[in-house]
């Protein structure tokens, strides 16, 4: 059994302990909310006795093994290197930081801490995305990866009245960009590894935050295009083309629907069947770290994570430049 504590409350906490319940290894002991009056609500809701407003004495706690961090960006690194100083695991919500600084900061405190440190990126953890990678070699050489995560934010709506929230507050390590960007550049590395030249541009919202954009990347014979946006909607596939087929892959973070398609028409199903609370992936990937005493997940690997910030941090400068 590994006792968890949660910090945050929002729904992205709500979906994460869905999941968990499919693993009864997990153990909801406390929760953290900057006010009593919402830790106590988040508790109630999930029958939980210890509450705490105070980070330092959440990490101080004897009875807690583990913390699931789902803050804003910006508190990602520092919360998570409290948590690890503490000897707490970390599972920590995507991106791993806003920056590749702060990342390495928290891969580095883990190592010292000798504890497990975890991205939850839970598309490369899909059960079909390990399909995709399967049959990637059927599809040939790969000219073109085409990812797009384009969703339309509710918080939008508030911006254009002028209510701005933290997903469209400056300073906050967040935009469209890591977001959402990053469920296009994860898979791209973990594929691919990393490319050779870089390119990015974005639209700036009146915050200063970027609400869309695009980056475009280059490796030995092959493009790569991430589109990313706040502001807008598509319903089309992310696409894998290789000279002999390729690939569509619906919704990126649940790697929906992947279909093998090749040139002379035939087409293959890559999808299997998958737990409808989806975070239990991640969840699973992180306790069985755990307990193989291993130093880090061998799928979301603490220098995949750090890759992708390194893009985000190159493509960030540039949008940022312009």
Do not use: W
């Not at 090749?262 to 975070?279: C, E, Q, Y």
């Amino acid at each position: 059994m590994i006792r968890f504590a949660t910090i945050g409350s929002n729904v992205i906490v709500d979906s994460f302990l869905k999941g968990a319940a499919h693993d009864s290894r997990f153990q909801l002991q406390a929760v953290y909310s900057r006010t009593q009056e919402r830790a106590a609500e988040f508790a109630d809701k999930y029958g939980v006795k210890h509450t705490y407003t105070s980070l330092e004495a959440l990490a101080a706690d004897p009875h807690l093994d583990a913390v699931y961090i789902a803050s804003p960006n910006c508190f990602h690194a520092p919360q998570a290197i409290l948590m690890m100083e503490h000897g707490k695991h970390v599972l920590c919500e995507k991106p791993l930081a806003p920056s590749f600084a702060e990342g390495k900061a928290m891969t580095e405190a883990a190592r010292r801490s000798g504890v497990v440190l975890m991205e939850a990126m839970k598309t490369t953890l899909m059960p079909n995305f390990f399909r995709v990678k399967e049959a990637l070699p059927q599809i040939g050489t790969v000219r073109r990866f085409f990812a797009q995560f384009c969703q339309y934010s509710s918080r939008y709506d508030n911006l254009k009245k002028g209510i701005v929230s933290n997903a469209f507050r400056a300073g906050m390590g967040n935009g469209a960009l890591r977001d959402l960007g990053v469920y296009g550049l994860a898979p791209l590395v973990h594929l691919f590894g990393m490319p050779g030249q870089l390119q990015a541009s974005a639209t700036l919202l009146s915050t200063g935050v970027d609400g869309q954009g695009t980056v475009l990347m280059t490796y030995p014979g092959m493009e790569a295009v991430v589109e990313f946006s706040k502001v807008s909607d598509s319903f089309l596939p992310s696409e894998i083309q290789g000279e002999n087929g390729r690939i569509l892959l619906g919704k990126l973070s649940t790697v929906k629907d992947p279909v093998l398609v090749m040139r002379d028409g035939t087409t293959t199903d890559l999808s299997v069947p998958t737990i409808a609370d989806d975070m239990y992936y991640e969840l699973k990937e992180f306790i069985d770290v755990i307990e193989s005493g291993a130093a880090e997940s061998a799928v979301n690997t603490h220098q995949r994570s750090l890759d992708v910030l390194e893009l985000v941090d190159k493509a960030g400068k540039i949008i940022q430049s312009k």
